[in-house]
């Protein structure tokens, strides 16, 4: 067999074995759904995302979710399950938490130009992590990439 064959080959067998190690991408709506059977697990969902920023009127103000003058926001990242919650859920289902190259995974910044990172928030993506139980509900980041 010669060379360049041969490293087709074993490429192709290192992503199989890679594709076999990584479970199934559930919908976020299912987590969301019956977060006690996940709390603790390790979990692989597809979700959108959404700003969970609150924002304040000053420096020294309380941040709130709704204010009309506000000039400073920041907030965790929320999983979006797109569609309405229970009213006994809480507006921020599950959160997300963890760092990524070195900078915290949050919303924040001046209102009508809060920016989340490392997330594109008109993009679906497939996180892997693992469900904290906190209040609200944290999924603790490991890894994540852009749905196909």
């Given at each position: 067999?010669?060379?360049?064959?041969?490293?087709?080959?074993?490429?192709?067998?290192?992503?199989?074995?890679?594709?076999?190690?990584?479970?199934?991408?559930?919908?976020?709506?299912?987590?969301?759904?019956?977060?006690?059977?996940?709390?603790?697990?390790?979990?692989?969902?597809?979700?959108?995302?959404?700003?969970?920023?609150?924002?304040?009127?000053?420096?020294?103000?309380?941040?709130?979710?709704?204010?009309?003058?506000?000039?400073?926001?920041?907030?965790?990242?929320?999983?979006d399950t797109g569609k309405a919650l229970p009213t006994d859920v809480a507006d921020w289902p599950l959160v997300l938490g963890g760092t990524h190259g070195g900078q915290p995974i949050r919303c924040e910044g001046p209102l009508n130009g809060v920016r989340c990172r490392p997330f594109d928030l008109d993009r679906t993506y497939v996180i892997r992590g693992s469900i904290e139980a906190t209040a609200p509900p944290k999924l603790l980041v490991s890894d994540f990439w852009e749905a196909r």
């Amino acid at each position: 067999m010669d060379r360049s064959l041969a490293q087709r080959v074993g490429a192709a067998a290192v992503g199989m074995a890679l594709a076999a190690c990584t479970p199934t991408a559930k919908p976020v709506q299912e987590i969301v759904s019956d977060l006690d059977t996940y709390v603790g697990e390790k979990v692989v969902v597809t979700t959108k995302l959404r700003s969970g920023a609150r924002c304040r009127v000053d420096a020294g103000g309380e941040f709130k979710a709704y204010c009309r003058d506000c000039q400073y926001c920041k907030g965790p990242l929320v999983v979006d399950t797109g569609k309405a919650l229970p009213t006994d859920v809480a507006d921020w289902p599950l959160v997300l938490g963890g760092t990524h190259g070195g900078q915290p995974i949050r919303c924040e910044g001046p209102l009508n130009g809060v920016r989340c990172r490392p997330f594109d928030l008109d993009r679906t993506y497939v996180i892997r992590g693992s469900i904290e139980a906190t209040a609200p509900p944290k999924l603790l980041v490991s890894d994540f990439w852009e749905a196909r």
